[in-house]
């Protein structure tokens, strides 16, 4: 750190703009060549021993907030290079325990009645439960420090003839606000307060929760593809807690712990719990009596969960999808004769809307989420339009001209026809009972199967009524690139944009991403505004295949790292990105108003 020591040094007290950090510049004198005049050249990347410290511009109008990603060798961390299938846990378990020594450094800045841009403030990634990939903390080959320092910015090539191949490393990165008009401060803080507590860190890290960090990771791994060859769509540990503090997303103090019912009870790679089947499964019980919070953990079942958490073998298909109603969303093209058979001057096999209605957006979200390739529907009928879900026999012999085809009519041809599965939780309504394959109550957060009761109260009311032909499921829609742009009508200027209140502003768009109830990190909605961005801007056809782009792109970053998808140009999106599935870039696109969709083809 004594080269950017002396880049601080250099500066005009009251900088605001940093340059010469930035550019790295640097005198180098080669040795090996001594009739060899020093020359010139520039890196942001600065070293403490062996660990790099890599400066870099967070976005125009941030020159006082640089990024630095901090490159430690993983021979200092005692470990080997990482399986590349276990690698995000491996770099989860790092930023987290991280963050304490960042937590250090900001209570000895914190000064209550000053600002972070006087106190000076560091910026870490707060990982929720779930193990996400990041550009926050990853593996990566890194270079090696090749030289040895001289006086200011002079370095000196080393000339032993030793060969310093890139070598594999923990990157962590985080964001430093550098305090105003305070530049020995900012000296401080950049080049010895941060590189010592790398240093304790290091030391400080316990062995044995990385070992079961990793071990968690390979049974998460395994259990994960026993499922996609099973007979199941997820899996509910024994032990595990699923209520939530109060507010927050840690695991509730004292909580019942989650016990599988006896018939249900499976063993997965050395672990017990609950094994809920494909096809159609219904959870009820009466209020507080936790269906909602069995439900809610099987949706964050499509993530890995942190040692700690309370969820860590909840397991679920990955392509699982939660579905509402959602008032007001757009609608282009979509397919929704299966639930809607007519509309009032439409044709529902082509419907488009620009505020639909709580049943057409929630008939609109299942079509599209089967288009995308969902394998599992997750419903919670207090989120659900009540004339979607059900419709009773009395209701159905006095209405005759209804146009709605209601969920329980359809829900087990999308199983038996399509293979995709449906839990549902349902409290008020005994529609679904009679098409269940497995009914489920709840009470006290304890699980009974009373499947055999509900068939047997089933049939004493009578036979089910007849359900409708089978539908026509497929979609037929073509993207055009006309209007897939991120920059608006006559500009010559993109516009990006992220909103706090859920919300996506691209091009002439404002995407309201508030029903994409699976996105669980302020970092996957960042990566998902620039993942929208990178499809359009490197776009080149017209029609698009956007399905073919989307696995492109995930294609590349998994190649890359996340971190291919940042631009400093856009002030409004954070530097620490997550990335989000698949189906949540689908459902963004189909959420855009402005886009021209015509029929013909497929979208996903």
């Given at each position: 750190m004594k080269r950017l020591r002396s880049k601080l040094l250099s500066m005009e007290p009251n900088t605001i703009t940093y340059k010469a950090m930035y550019e790295g510049g640097m005198t180098i004198v080669d040795p090996a060549h001594p009739t060899m005049a020093p020359y010139v050249d520039y890196s942001p990347i600065y070293y403490h021993e062996r660990i790099a410290f890599a400066v870099s511009v967070t976005h125009k109008l941030a020159q006082d907030r640089p990024t630095v990603v901090i490159s430690i060798p993983c021979e200092m961390l005692g470990i080997d290079v990482v399986d590349r299938a276990l690698e995000t846990a491996a770099a989860d378990y790092f930023l987290r325990a991280f963050k304490p020594y960042v937590d250090e450094l900001n209570a000895a800045l914190y000064n209550r009645s000053r600002p972070d841009e006087e106190n000076g403030r560091y910026y870490l990634c707060m990982p929720g439960g779930e193990i996400l990939r990041r550009n926050s903390a990853y593996f990566a080959l890194c270079p090696q420090k090749d030289y040895t320092n001289g006086a200011g910015s002079t370095v000196y090539l080393l000339a032993d003839g030793i060969a310093r191949p890139p070598i594999f490393c923990l990157c962590l990165r985080i964001r430093v606000q550098l305090p105003r008009k305070k530049l020995r401060k900012a000296v401080q803080m950049l080049c010895r307060d941060l590189p010592d507590v790398v240093e304790r860190f290091i030391g400080g890290l316990d062995a044995d929760v990385l070992r079961r960090t990793i071990e968690l990771a390979a049974r998460q791994a395994a259990i994960r593809a026993w499922l996609k060859t099973s007979d199941y769509c997820a899996f509910v540990a024994n032990g595990s807690i699923l209520p939530r503090a109060k507010g927050t997303d840690l695991p509730m103090m004292d909580a019942i712990p989650f016990k599988s019912a006896p018939n249900d009870e499976i063993a997965i790679c050395g672990v017990r719990g609950m094994g809920i089947r494909k096809g159609v499964t219904v959870i009820t019980g009466g209020g507080y009596s936790g269906k909602s919070t069995l439900l809610d953990a099987i949706s964050a079942g499509i993530y890995d969960h942190a040692l700690g958490d309370g969820r860590e073998l909840c397991i679920t298909d990955e392509s699982a999808v939660t579905i509402s109603a959602e008032d007001g969303r757009s609608v282009k093209h979509v397919n929704i004769s299966p639930f809607i058979k007519w509309l009032p001057g439409g044709d529902t096999r082509d419907f488009s809307t620009e505020h639909a209605s709580g049943s057409t957006s929630q008939a609109a979200n299942i079509m599209e989420a089967i288009d995308c390739g969902a394998k599992l529907l997750l419903i919670d009928e207090d989120r659900s339009a009540t004339n979607f879900m059900i419709r009773d026999r009395m209701m159905k012999a006095l209405i005759e001209k209804e146009p709605i085809t209601p969920f329980t009519d359809r829900v087990n041809e999308l199983h038996t026809e399509?293979?995709?599965?449906?839990?549902?939780?349902?409290?008020?309504?005994?529609?679904?009972?009679?098409?269940?394959?497995?009914?489920?109550?709840?009470?006290?957060?304890?699980?009974?199967?009373?499947?055999?009761?509900?068939?047997?109260?089933?049939?004493?009311?009578?036979?089910?009524?007849?359900?409708?032909?089978p539908a026509d499921w497929r979609q037929n829609r073509i993207l055009r690139a006309e209007r897939f742009s991120s920059y608006p009508a006559g500009s010559g200027t993109e516009r990006l944009a992220v909103s706090d209140m859920g919300f996506v502003c691209i091009g002439d768009e404002t995407i309201d991403v508030r029903g994409l109830h699976d996105m669980v990190s302020p970092g996957q909605l960042n990566a998902l505004s620039l993942m929208l961005r990178y499809l359009a801007v490197s776009n080149r056809d017209d029609p698009i295949n956007i399905g073919q782009r989307a696995d492109e792109l995930y294609a590349r970053i998994e190649e890359e790292g996340v971190d291919i998808l940042y631009t400093a140009f856009f002030t409004t999106c954070s530097r620490f990105l997550d990335l989000p599935r698949r189906?949540?870039?689908?459902?963004?696109?189909?959420?855009?108003?402005?886009?021209c969709l015509t029929k013909g083809g497929g979208l996903s």
């Open positions: 399509h293979g995709v599965s449906t839990i549902l939780v349902i409290g008020g309504s005994g529609e679904y009972l009679s098409v269940a394959d497995r009914i489920y109550l709840m009470e006290g957060y304890r699980i009974y199967d009373v499947t055999e009761k509900s068939k047997h109260i089933c049939q004493s009311h009578g036979a089910a009524s007849e359900l409708p032909p189906q949540e870039l689908m459902a963004l696109i189909n959420r855009m108003r402005q886009i």
